[in-house]
């Protein structure tokens, strides 16, 4: 599988930038996550060759091989763990990972705070209480938030997965996690996708994370047994 050519990767970039601004925000302020997952490191190759400096993964196999690949290429990227995540694999992430966004349990806090003290994280949030949706239930996000700080984690902000389906129906659930996050006074709001951005970006997204609007369609549809990972 190869990359994006450099001319149209940058193309593809300024056309989510337009498609931020159309939706009325600030290309500047929403942070553009690029989603890797199911390509090979040529494309988080050309993605940092891009300037995109946030890459997210959503396999731990697939960030644990590519990671050291970008390093040895002199790549100065940030990767985003956005997958489920298992305990078990905290330990091979901690040393890669520089913001873990689908925190949703306490367990899972803690085993983080073990192997990275004091790393970045967002609790992830189930708006859509869709059950294959990972995220806590938006009721028990200001005690999980308070648990991890407890453990000496740093909590930025929120992260949703929006609801399958138009993306008009995916609103009611930005607007949910919108005002969480106020009412916990967290600045950091990862929402929206290659599908559904524009009505994230509408409820106040302050990050986006985008895979096949940038890199087109993904190769390698990981199996149940990868998607754990
Ligand atoms: C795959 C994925 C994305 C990117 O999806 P696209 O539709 O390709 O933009 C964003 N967030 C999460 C959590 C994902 O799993």
């Known amino acids: 599988m190869s990359a994006p050519e450099p001319d149209v990767l940058l193309a593809r970039v300024a056309k989510v930038h337009d498609r931020i601004a159309a939706a009325g925000g600030d290309p500047e302020q929403v942070a553009l996550l690029a989603v890797t997952k199911g390509f090979g490191p040529e494309v988080a190759l050309a993605a940092a060759a891009a300037g995109l400096v946030d890459l997210g993964e959503n396999y731990a196999q697939e960030l644990v091989a590519k990671a050291p690949v970008l390093a040895d290429a002199g790549a100065d990227v940030r990767w985003h763990a956005i997958g489920r995540l298992q305990r078990n694999k905290v330990k091979a992430l ?61 909590v930025r902000g929120l992260m949703t997965v929006g609801r399958t389906g138009p993306a008009d129906e995916a609103r009611a659930g930005f607007r949910m996690l919108r005002s969480l996050a106020d009412d916990l006074d967290l600045p950091v709001r990862s929402m929206g996708m290659s599908g559904d951005l524009e009505a994230a970006v509408a409820e106040g997204s302050t990050m986006v994370r985008v895979g096949s609007a940038l890199f087109g369609p993904r190769p390698s549809v990981p199996g149940p047994a990868a998607r754990q990972g």
Do not use: Y
């Open 94 to 154: 901690a040393p890669i990972v520089a913001l873990w966004q689908t925190v949703d349990r306490a367990d899972l806090g803690r085993e983080i705070a073990k192997r990275a003290p004091g790393a970045a994280v967002l609790v992830q949030v189930n708006v859509s209480d869709e059950p294959q949706k990972g995220g806590c239930a938006p009721g028990d996000a200001p005690d999980l938030v308070a648990a991890l700080r407890d453990d000496g984690l740093e």
